[in-house]
T-cell receptor, first 113, second 113 residues
């Protein structure tokens, strides 16, 4: 079975500080892709970052970076210099051979001014 | 390029009715997939269409169906609506190959009374 677990339902961080969101997953596939999406109150799902499982190097997009531990099946998201606009639900997801995403339950992040 | 467009944004129906939701993908994208988002079940994959053919299907009853037109626009239909069908329905488009990112629309909020 393909599962994604986000163990932190809610988190908060002070503006300009750093926060890490956790994600673990389970799959028997060897080739897959991992994603973090954010969903602000507007409800639109916005891609934050993507990681190919066959790449050892951790993906980075500006203030967002991941810590990908393939053996542990862990894929955490680090947000540096947090901004008020980062307040949103964050979903960890992955997909294998089929073009459909398996999502975690989400972490609600609040950035405090 | 224009983003993924979903219409309508909001919909109110009563039990037993049927409903059709529409999704226009990003120009050039051939894959359209549909997801249901509820507070209880989270984000769940409904189905994916690629070049007018259903390529993948999630675990939903036959009341949920879809189709894709030659211009890649897709519609999702739910017949004999139940209260539990109340949800945010998200559409995502992508070029269609495995590693590609999925781009989401803002969703259609369906309320079944």
């Amino acid at each position: 079975a393909q599962t994604v677990t986000q163990s932190q339902p809610e988190m908060s961080v002070q503006e300009a500080e750093t926060v890490t969101l956790s994600c673990t997953y389970d799959t028997s596939e060897s080739n897959y892709y991992l994603f973090w999406y954010k969903q602000p109150p507007s409800r639109q799902m916005i891609l934050v970052i993507r990681q190919e499982a066959y790449k050892q190097q951790n993906a980075t997009e500006n203030r967002f970076s991941v810590n990908f531990q393939k053996a542990a099946k862990s894929f955490s998201l680090k947000i540096s210099d947090s901004q008020l606009g980062d307040t949103a639900m964050y979903f960890c997801a992955f997909k294998t051979g089929a073009n459909n995403l398996f999502f975690g339950t989400g972490t609600r992040l609040t950035v405090i001014p | 390029k224009a983003g993924v467009t979903q219409t309508p944004r909001y919909l109110i129906k009563t039990r037993g009715q049927q409903v059709t939701l529409s999704c226009s993908p990003i120009s050039g994208h051939r894959s359209v997939s549909w997801y249901q988002q509820t507070p209880g079940q989270g984000l769940q994959f409904l189905f994916e269409y690629f070049s007018e053919t259903q390529r993948n299907k999630g675990n939903f009853p036959g009341r949920f169906s879809g189709r894709q037109f030659s211009n890649s626009r897709s519609e999702m239909n739910v017949s004999t609506l139940e209260l539990g069908d109340s949800a945010l329905y998200l559409c995502a488009s992508s070029p269609g190959t495995m590693g590609e990112k999925l781009f989401f629309g803002s969703g259609t909020q369906l309320s079944v009374l």
